[in-house]
């Protein structure tokens, strides 16, 4: 674990990170209270990875197909 801020990383970072988080607890070896702060940096990885994904999909969601369903270019995504 890290003490890099989770808003700073990439979809990458925060999934790798939160698979050592989960690979800990699963393992049931911390202590109640490192198991605890654990689970909430496990937390805030999740929804980082979340938002990440979230953001792909809209850029994805926001390309314009032509007649044929082709690509044909990109439409602004608001708030992106």
Known sequence: MTDRSVDEMSF???MAELEQVLGQLE???VALDDSIKLYERGALLKKRCETKLKEAEEKVAA???DGDGNPAGLKPVDGL
């Open 27 to 29: 393992r049931g070896d």
């Open 12 to 14: 990458e970072e925060a």
């Open 63 to 65: 390309i314009t197909l």
